[in-house]
């Protein structure tokens, strides 16, 4: 079996190699999964550099990867062989990145027919991520707003879609004058430009100077210290990634100035919001049922993954560079076999 492996942290272009490894055999309880695909999240990247959440860094020598969509083809001793030939994407299991992966049975999920390879492979991080976020934590009901940064990232063209089917309101800031139409014609109800620098004010007037209830943040930064000192009494901004961090050295580039009296008198709340601690927290069974529901979304065609563009794997390094480009309008996925 090959498998694509870590042995150092450092750039994704020197240090992730093919490596000959002996073929895997399940264990009691267990599947294994013949992968098809598995995408590249700049996430994925961080983890290479060891940049990524300390709990997520892998023991080394390792294969990277998040998630992805493969064939059940062989079973461990008390599964079903009824699985045998089952294409799943995978619950948190990490080390996508290789022809075959141990999964436990009940984290392989069944993938409805009308959904795609494509979209099967990046239906666990970025789908899910919008839902809890929206559906679970925030628990916006129709009518409410959600203030939202990187409207125009996946994340927050996924959360887009979850607004118009659940029937909550959305403000979207971006970063680009240009995003502004593509986003009102992807139905986010206010949009505003950060380009601006009169989107503080602009904010407020959108909110009807009463404050943000329910934000989620991406960016970080000096954008995420606006939300956080816009928060109304007892909002509640979740902070999910720090854009403005991307590919920095400076430590001032990865911090977060709050005003601390916007944020005691209004007994507001920023926390930091991250996809796994959240599928822990939920357990295998809540968390399952959360990506089988999902995925029965896609087949209904209510919620679309970004476009996809497959790199066979001698262009991984181009995958890479590709999942942190500005101008990259599909995810990078790696073809691990063809079904």
Same mark, same amino acid.
């Given at each position: ?22 073929? /895997? ?39 990277? +990867? ?47 027919? $009308? ?27 129709? +009518? ?36 502004? $139409? ?12 950060? $380009? ?11 909110? +009807? ?18 939300? $956080? ?11 999910? +990634? ?89 995810? /990078? ?7």
């Amino acid at each position: 079996m090959k498998a694509l492996i870590i042995e150092r942290n450092g750039e994704p272009s020197g240090v992730v190699h093919w490596r000959d490894l002996p073929e /895997p055999t399940p264990g009691p309880g267990e599947v294994r999964v013949k992968m098809l695909l598995a995408p590249v999240h700049p996430s994925d990247l961080h983890v290479i550099r060891g940049r990524f959440a300390r709990q997520r860094q892998p023991v080394l020598p390792a294969s990277p +990867g998040s998630e992805g969509v493969g064939v059940i083809d062989a079973v461990g001793s008390d599964v079903s062989r009824t699985r045998v030939g089952e294409r799943v994407v995978l619950l948190d299991v990490p080390g996508t990145w290789r022809e075959q992966v141990i999964s436990p049975a009940d984290r392989a999920i069944p993938v409805p027919a $009308a959904v795609s390879d494509e979209d099967a492979a990046q239906a666990l991080i970025n789908p899910t991520t919008a839902w809890a976020m929206t559906m679970s934590e925030h628990q916006l009901e129709r +009518g409410d707003w959600l203030v939202q940064s990187a409207a125009g990232s996946t994340v927050g063209r996924l959360v887009l879609q979850i607004a118009k089917a659940q029937g909550f309101r959305t403000i979207n800031l971006v970063r680009r004058e240009e995003q502004v $139409a593509e986003i009102q014609a992807l139905g986010g109800d206010v949009v505003l430009c950060t $380009a601006d620098e009169r989107w503080p004010e602009q904010l407020k007037t959108a909110t +009807g100077d009463k404050g943000i209830v329910s934000a989620i943040d991406c960016v970080a930064g000096q954008t995420g210290a606006t939300l $956080a000192r816009q928060l109304a009494t007892n909002g509640r901004m979740l902070v999910y +990634g720090a854009l403005s961090s991307h590919r920095q050295t400076d430590p001032a580039a990865f911090e977060m100035p709050i005003f601390a009296p916007a944020l005691i008198y209004s007994a507001a709340e920023v926390r930091g919001w991250l996809i796994f601690s959240w599928l822990a927290r939920k357990g295998v069974s809540e968390a399952s049922q959360t990506l089988r529901s999902l995925l029965d979304r896609m087949a209904e065609g209510t919620l679309k993954p970004p476009a996809a563009q497959r790199y066979s794997l001698d262009r991984a390094h181009e995958a890479f560079v590709a999942a942190e480009s500005a101008a990259h309008d599909a995810k /990078p996925l790696l073809v691990f076999a063809q079904r």
